[in-house]
């Protein structure tokens, strides 16, 4: 089968029979093969990030096992106890009961960044809702992804669940991805990738939840402990060599507290390029012409990267830091950088320091996160106000403090909501309770009659709202 619409067809097919399967299955069975796959896929967690490590070039491997626990462990914990068959809340006051359904076939286009820990989280949360999933891994990660796949459907059948509730596209293309999302047979694309796939989703003409990218600005305040501050940030722009999507891309201070803060980041191993090493670095770790960062570089430790980039460093050099002036194309590496590269601005005072913040978020990361340290929370607040993100991060590293779960409450997610402003449906992170469709039974008002009323006898000056209700009530 070579046709690209009969590829697509087939594997909305057997999408459809599993999804009247699935249909059938009650809340208990269902916890079942979500229980299953957490299982199978936490065994595997290591064998997982290896493969993805080794197949791609990406990242550090012992971090991709975390994040592989964070997308089985942490993901379940979040929704092993959450209906989402059958009737899931009812309001006795208000007489409605709330029913949840499953939406149907679900679409999860997979980054390279997060290959098996994406499928993972997204395996899990469509399982959770009865709602088959059509994997599409990309090109440089189809191996570890088939085999992630492979994990979590053996485990989902010998829990019972409906044969093909989850397929693979094993050799696509942009074609059949763009002939899925807009399938008519297809309930919902989940889209986590690069802007274009992101906003092909959306215009597909079916649902689509996707997100945007982060170019997260770090506000360090007068207030904050700076070497605390400092260990969080390497910490985190260092996790899995920065392919985090919430991971800090510029750090921004006040000029009273810059040399404090940048003799901390020195003293933790990271180092400052001069001007001349900035140009080589922007050459090497940017493409100008579209604005967008070497894909070379991603997820590649710092040592990697200056040697591409004819910059000698000191030996165990965790971060490259570049002092900019700026913010926009003139200035390459103010965008998000997936690496561990930050950017550096020193600012005259606070209100100017919160203007480049902002400058940072509007530049490219409209929606997704910001972080801030600091221990006044009136400049906590403030900050939080000003920014257009949906996670504003308080002393916690960034890429662990926005997917959730390990500092704070928020919904252990590989996909971040980025709201209207990333042009998105939602600010959360997305996880169970948003792939379930609810029905609203509806039931009649205590002591409300019948009546009818003839509204053809009102004139304009008094056909107003308070006549017409007053009408309705005495008919109570």
């Known amino acids: ?147 992630t796949v492979d994990i979590c459907y053996e485990a989902a059948l010998a829990a019972g669940a409906p044969e093909d509730c989850i397929q693979i596209i094993e050799h696509g293309s942009r074609e059949l991805t763009r002939t899925i999302m807009s399938h008519p047979h297809l309930a919902l694309t989940l889209a986590t990738g690069g802007t274009g796939l992101v906003h092909a989703a959306y215009s597909s003409g079916n649902p689509a939840i996707g997100v945007g990218p982060g170019n997260v600005p770090v506000f360090i305040d007068k207030s904050a402990d700076i070497p605390f501050a400092i260990e969080n940030i390497i910490t985190s722009k260092t996790f899995d060599n920065g392919t985090v999507c919430a991971s800090e891309q510029s750090i921004i201070v006040e000029k009273a507290i810059s040399d404090t803060v940048r003799k901390e980041f020195e003293k933790q191993q990271c180092y400052f390029i001069d001007e001349m090493e900035i140009k080589k670095l922007e050459d090497y770790a940017v493409l100008k012409e579209k604005g967008t960062m070497n894909p070379e570089i991603v997820g590649k430790p710092a040592g990697f990267i200056a040697e591409k980039a004819g910059i000698n460093i000191p030996e165990g050099t965790k971060i490259l830091m570049a002092r900019l002036n700026g913010v926009g194309t003139e200035y390459p590496l103010s965008i998000e950088i997936l690496a561990p590269v930050l950017a550096y601005y020193e600012c005259e005072n606070y209100e100017a320091a919160i203007k480049t913040c902002i400058d ?21 607040m403030e900050f939080s106000r ?7 991060v308080v002393n916690t590293p960034s890429s662990q403090g926005a997917v959730g779960g390990l500092f704070n409450t928020l919904y252990t997610s590989f996909t971040l909501g980025c709201g209207t402003g990333g042009k998105n449906i939602t600010t959360e992170n997305i996880s169970a309770h948003h792939l379930i469709n609810i029905q609203r039974v509806c039931r009649r008002k205590k002591n409300v009659q019948w009546f009818q009323f003839d509204l053809t006898k009102y004139t304009d000056e008094n056909i107003d709202a308070d006549n017409i209700l007053n009408e309705y009530y005495k008919n109570y």
């Open 1 to 147: 089968m070579n046709n690209i619409q009969d590829i697509a067809d087939e594997l909305m097919l057997n999408a459809a029979m599993a999804a009247g399967e699935f249909q059938q299955l009650d809340q208990s069975s269902t916890d079942k093969i979500v229980e299953n796959i957490f299982k199978a896929g936490l065994n595997n967690r290591v064998k997982l990030a290896r493969l993805a490590q080794e197949e791609t070039g990406i990242g550090v491997w012992q971090h991709k096992v975390l994040k592989n626990v964070l997308a089985t462990q942490m993901v379940f914990e979040n929704i092993k106890d959450e209906k989402t068959v059958g009737v899931i809340k009812k309001d006795d006051n208000s007489g409605i009961v709330e029913i949840a359904q499953p939406l149907g076939p679900v679409f999860a286009i997979i980054p390279i960044t997060n290959p098996t820990s994406t499928i993972l989280f997204k395996i899990l949360i469509s399982m959770k809702t009865r709602n088959p999933v059509i994997v599409s891994p990309p090109r440089n990660a189809v191996n570890c992804c088939k085999e």
């Open 386 to 392: 000003l920014m257009n993100a949906g996670r504003i």
């Open 360 to 380: 940072l978020n509007f530049l490219g990361g409209i929606g997704h996160t910001a972080a801030i340290y600091a221990n006044d929370e009136g400049r906590i």
